[in-house]
């Protein structure tokens, strides 16, 4: 029965709005500008935004709310005996898939809000439960084949439905505000710019998720105001970090990119172009027990905890992407590069590295049950991200997970070029000179100002290879290479890079 209630809950994103957050989402719409003749909740749930709006716009003529569930609809319309001018508020049953919302919208002459908070779940966690609360299928990104079956067809409920609101607003002006994933927020903004949507204010408005709804996901309130005034249409918009800030960050597409930071982005906008050398992803091998070693007090081990003796021809050191941004030293860690270059035979192991090639035949069966197709497209014991790049002795690193722009100097190991996980992205050098003359460029402001201005630290991996790569650091000068205390490497890095050499 648990599990029953648990699993509907997920169907419906069943994630009740607090009264309190409710009424200071109202009280900061209405500071915003925002005093509509109507208000319409799609999914009001047990009519959090219903009582609030009631006890906040004092121009709203009719309240509508609407809801699946017919419990929650019994005790809204009991909360509702208990506030002055009630009669205003209208409740219908409804399932927002089903219902034909156009048809509603245009008997509303009057100014109208779109006002609540949409499922925050994906049409893949309602597969997994089989839920059914679901749109039609539909490609509705327009994504191709490959995309489609990669992942990229994975979408929050929330977003459907909130291109679906837009819809209703084509040949009329009003007022959106609706508690969303930021991820899906910012998804809605691009979309508005990209089909050139009437869209003439927007705010995005930090919510925490963890405090209100105890759910670890980066959410906000997204207000759109819509127009029917073609010459009013603007698509930046302003971020403010909670609803009690007066003053956000505006935010807008620039040179076809979404920036995060318009200010900053047109003092430094002069660095765009191409990285003189490409950004490249760490090892990817999908088999950390077995291709992940430990020198220990007991020997090479594996995160199996089998003791293991192996060549030293294809190990290597390796720094995973916590060690890189958190920046410990190496913890003893190797990993087994079984190529040179993507697609390189493998067969010659068994002559050059016996040991290595035994060990990696008694794990056969594990290595040929990686998922990924690439590998049963590839030699026996395959790997990804290689290539003659990976072999430079000097690396600068940044780890793609953590929420801050650290570059980290990588010397060699043992002798050894450094080998990270796939959450690291590089540069590699031949000479130290070369690698320190760049990390100064990069840790330069100029630098600095023109990645924060494109990455949107909410996302799960803000830190991506097709940001790294728009920066071209040769246009630094070497006056400008005086850099902020925080991104200048720590002594105790320096030091580690002398030690690696002595």
């Known amino acids: 029965m648990k599990n029953a209630l648990n699993n509907q809950r997920i169907e419906f994103g069943d994630f009740q709005t607090p009264d309190n957050l409710a009424r200071a989402i109202c009280q900061k719409l209405y500071a915003l500008g925002i005093n509509p003749e109507v208000i319409l909740e799609p999914t009001c749930g047990v009519g959090a935004f219903v009582m609030a709006a009631a006890q906040t716009f004092p121009k709203a003529q009719k309240i509508l709310g609407f809801e699946i569930n017919q419990i929650y609809l019994n ?52 597969s997994t439960i089989g839920g059914l609360n679901l749109p039609k299928k539909s490609n509705f990104q327009k994504h191709n084949g490959f995309e489609a079956i990669s992942g990229k067809a994975n979408f929050d409920i929330s977003e459907w439905m909130l291109l679906n609101v837009l819809r209703w607003f084509e040949t009329r002006a009003g007022d959106i505000a609706m508690l969303v994933k930021t991820s899906v927020a910012q998804k809605i903004l691009a979309h508005a710019e990209r089909q050139k949507i009437a869209l003439q204010e927007a705010f995005l408005i ?30 930046d918009y302003t971020i403010f970090e909670s609803l009690e800030c007066t003053h956000g960050q505006r935010v807008g597409h620039r040179r076809g990119l979404t920036v995060g930071n318009l200010n900053q982005f047109e003092e ?87 040991l290595t090639w035994a060990y990696l035949e008694k794990h056969r069966q594990a290595l040929e049950a990686r998922g990924s197709t690439i590998y049963k497209k590839n030699p026996p014991y395959s790997i990804f991200g290689i290539g003659d790049y990976a072999f430079r002795p000097w690396r600068i690193a940044i780890c793609a997970l953590y ?47 023109l990645l924060t201005s494109l990455i949107f630290w909410n996302e799960k991996r803000p830190i991506k290879t097709g940001i790294l790569n728009l920066l071209d650091w040769t246009r630094i000068e070497v006056a400008e290479s005086v850099t902020e205390t925080q991104h200048i490497p720590p002594k105790n890095l320096v030091n580690s890079v002398q030690n690696a050499l002595d």
């Not at 034909?100 to 925050?120: A, D, H, R």
């Not at 030293?312 to 890189?324: A, E, M, Q, R, V």
């Not at 050098?429 to 100002?449: D, R």
Request: hydrophobic residues 35%; proline residues 5%.
């Open 403 to 449: 929420k801050t722009l650290r570059f980290r100097l990588v010397a060699p190991i043992e002798n050894r070029s450094v080998m990270f996980d796939d959450t690291v992205y590089y540069l590699s050098f031949e000479t130290q000179a070369e690698a320190v003359e760049v990390l100064e460029k990069l840790n330069s402001k100029p630098a600095i100002g």
């Open 268 to 354: 430094t906008a002069y660095l765009l172009g191409t990285s003189p050398q490409k950004w490249r992803s760490g090892i990817k091998h999908d088999a950390a027990t077995i291709m992940e070693l430990t020198q220990t007090e007991r020997g090479l081990e594996n995160g199996l905890s089998e003791i293991i003796e192996l060549e030293k021809t294809h190990l290597y050191p390796l720094l995973k992407g916590s060690d890189i941004g958190s920046e410990k030293a190496w913890r003893k860690k190797f990993v087994l590069v079984t190529q040179q270059y993507v697609g390189q035979p493998t067969e010659n192991i068994r002559e050059t590295a016996p």
């Open 75 to 126: 005790k809204l319309q009991q909360r509702l005996s208990e506030v002055p001018n009630s009669s205003r508020v209208v409740l219908e049953q409804t399932d927002f898939f089903s219902t034909q919302w156009q048809e509603k919208i245009v008997t509303i002459p009057e100014s109208v809000l779109v006002l609540g908070n949409f499922p925050w779940v994906t049409n893949t966690t309602q």
């Open 206 to 235: 930090k919510i925490d998720a963890k405090q209100h709804f105890g759910a670890s996901v980066e959410a906000c309130l997204l207000v759109m105001r819509l127009t029917q005034n073609p010459q009013n249409t603007n698509y």
